[in-house]
């Protein structure tokens, strides 16, 4: 990782040269070395390996090159985070020994991330502990409660769940696996699109401090950038590339999860999704990757299984399998797993509204029975 301003500082410069891409740095770095070495080249030297306007750039600084370094590296040596104990920060780049070698293997892995939270988690990092969570922003209650229970079973089997912090599915899996990793375990890896010194969105600065705590928070880009719309879908290469998998908890056939799913694809990794209602916009696309050969996964066991890993609740889930399960009984029955409109839930049972309206609400509190917008009501699976 970096440790002086004036490797940093070579670093931030290459990084800020405009037009010259991933692509030209690796040729660059692989003649002249570190980036350093590669401004005190002469220009005619330059061009053996990039092009006259890209050797050009590079004898030039970056407009706000100097300005980003002094914040750069006064974040770099400030300690924790919001006054945090124990939250260290890093800057790691391609030529850092602690540099994530999963991303490496990606067809375009990040030249710099800054890194905020359980440092040393870098050394032991690799793709077959990850496994990436995605979904949609806007989850059914079903969604968030299944992204919540897969992420804790899986944090307790060992794997480090790693999804984007963002609302919804992406904030429901960093909670679980915070809930089900051991206090000593890289509970969970949070890539987001801005730069480490804002947290987006700002309802889950909380979240962030957590993970912080134990796990990692991990970013391409420099500090001050915002939350530009075009960088997430970047950002997701990032979280498939860490992981051995990419698990679809719930997803609209335009979701932003199912161009993780793809990158997850194109890097030869496994897809694996949660099937839900044929009635749910949520669900239709996890149902178009089951479609396209996903892996339909219904449990935690069953991902735990697809990637052969071993799983540490088998016996405990063997014994409640074979205990004897008492049937659902009352409105529970009427209700299915569908969303339903209270009109067509009395057609069904037949009870009056009052009655009705009563024994809904003894199931809501109980977290059976959740009710959604638009006056309809869902039925909870167990957890």
């Known amino acids: 990782m970096i440790t002086s301003q004036d490797e940093l500082g070579a670093w931030l410069r290459l990084s800020l040269t405009k037009g010259v891409g991933n692509d030209a740095i690796r040729r660059l770095l692989a003649a002249f070395g570190l980036p350093a070495a590669l401004f005190g080249q002469s220009k005619s030297a330059l061009r053996q390996v990039a092009s006259t306007r890209q050797a050009q750039a590079l004898q030039q600084e970056p407009e706000g090159w100097q300005a980003l370094l002094d914040d750069t590296w006064a974040w770099l040596k400030a300690p924790g985070m919001l006054g945090k104990e124990g939250v260290q920060r890093a800057i790691v780049t391609w030529g850092d020994s602690d540099y ?48 919540q229970a897969f992420a804790q079973s899986l944090s307790a089997a060992g794997l480090t769940v790693v999804s984007g912090l963002a609302l919804g599915i992406d904030g429901a899996a960093h909670e679980g696996a915070l809930r089900g990793a051991a206090p000593e375990a890289l509970a969970t890896i949070a890539v987001v699109g801005t730069g480490l010194d804002r947290v987006y969105p700002k309802h889950h ?17 420099p500090l001050g950038t915002p939350p530009l719309s075009a960088n997430f879908p970047k950002r997701n290469r990032i979280i498939a590339g860490l992981s051995q998998a990419t698990l679809v908890v719930e997803a609209a056939l335009k979701s932003g999860s199912l161009i993780t799913a793809n990158q997850a ?119």
């Open 100 to 147: 994530p070698r999963a991303l490496l293997d990606i067809p375009d892995p990040p030249m710099i991330l800054y890194v905020l939270g359980q440092i040393a988690g870098l050394e032991s990092l690799t793709a077959s502990t990850c496994i990436a969570m995605v979904g949609s922003r806007n989850p059914t209650p079903q969604g968030t409660q299944n992204a």
């Open 205 to 221: 600065l909380a979240l962030a401090h957590r993970i912080a705590q134990q796990g990692l928070i991990l970013s391409e880009y």
């Open 265 to 383: 694809l194109d890097q030869g990794k496994e897809v694996l999704a949660i099937p839900g209602s044929i009635h749910s916009t949520q669900a239709k696309g996890c149902h178009a990757l089951i479609k396209q050969g996903a892996k339909l996964v219904e449990s935690a066991q069953d991902v735990l299984e697809e990637l052969r890993l071993p799983d540490p609740f088998k016996a405990a889930t063997l014994a409640v399998a074979n205990e004897e399960a008492p049937e659902d009984e009352g409105l529970l029955v009427h209700l299915g797993f569908d969303p339903v409109h209270l009109n067509a839930l009395q057609a069904r049972c037949g009870l009056d509204t009052a009655s009705l309206q009563t024994q809904l609400m003894i199931l809501e509190l109980n977290g059976q029975v959740t009710r959604l917008p638009g006056g309809l009501f869902q039925r909870m699976a167990r957890g």
